[in-house]
């Protein structure tokens, strides 16, 4: 077919290199708006990490000690992501069930 490329191996590497690398400065990126507290953004990075894992996941990528190692840095950190965002979402209910109780005890005054 026409619109098939055909890569060379180093070609094939470099550009899984470069997606890594999107990925290792995406999952920072994530990290550091979660530690700022701006949800919003992480969606759209998080669509963007979701992406480039389906385009690397369709390629048989062979897994290599020094891959291997990156890959697992990207876990990590999108696991303390997913871990921040749960401990800011419990804390915003707890505060929303607190605002709640006082409004309900507010109204039985009334």
């Known amino acids: 077919m026409l619109s098939d490329q ?3 191996d ?3 590497k470099s550009r899984f290199a470069s997606q890594l690398k999107k990925l290792e400065i995406i999952s920072s990126h994530m990290s550091k708006l979660v530690d700022n507290g701006n949800v919003e953004r992480i969606v759209h990075l998080d669509k963007l990490r979701k992406k480039i894992l389906l385009d690397l996941n369709k390629k048989q ?3 290599t000690p020094i891959n291997q190692e990156r890959i697992n840095k990207i876990i990590s950190l999108n696991d303390y992501v997913v871990k921040r965002l749960n401990e800011q979402k419990k804390a915003k209910l707890e505060k929303m ?3 709640s109780e006082s409004i309900k005890s507010y109204i039985k005054f009334l």
């Open 6 to 8: 055909i890569l060379d």
């Open 10 to 12: 180093s070609e094939f």
């Open 61 to 63: 990528i062979r897994k």
């Open 97 to 99: 069930k607190k605002q």
